[in-house]
């Protein structure tokens, strides 16, 4: 599942958003995905800057007020190789297959301006 860090100013800006959550976020959406069996366990994958960059634990779903329904996430952030992606209002399902690698520990990736991402994409380079 993929979703734009929207509100997000900086790649450091989305890490301290988590670090203030406890262990637990929730995020409210609309519809309760068809598929919300199969991706409990699995990762939603943050979009910034028309990258993927990051990915947080899906743990469950829960009804949430007004009919919507509440993504529950971990709060423990996953750096990933950054990946072009475009934005999109709201989430995505996102193939297993099409899921950028984790980055290892002490390792880092610079986020790449999004024109040049979008163009080595295009390319596909990236």
Do not use: C
Not at 40 to 61: C, D, M, N, P, T
């Amino acid at each position: 599942m993929t979703k734009v860090a929207y509100g997000a100013t900086s790649f450091e800006d989305l890490h301290s958003w988590f670090k203030t959550r406890g262990d637990r976020a929730r995020l409210t959406t609309r519809y309760l995905p068809k598929r919300y069996e199969e991706m409990i366990g699995g990762s939603l994958y943050w979009i910034f800057k028309h990258q993927l960059v990051a990915r947080s634990e899906i743990l469950g779903f829960e009804e949430a007020d007004g009919g919507r329904t509440n993504i529950v996430i971990s709060t423990k952030l996953i750096d990933v190789h950054p990946k072009p992606k475009r934005a999109h209002q709201g989430w995505r399902y996102l193939e297993e297959a099409d899921a950028p690698a984790d980055l290892a520990d002490g390792e880092s990736a610079e986020v790449l301006p999004p024109s040049l991402a979008g163009e080595l994409a295009k390319l596909g380079l990236a």
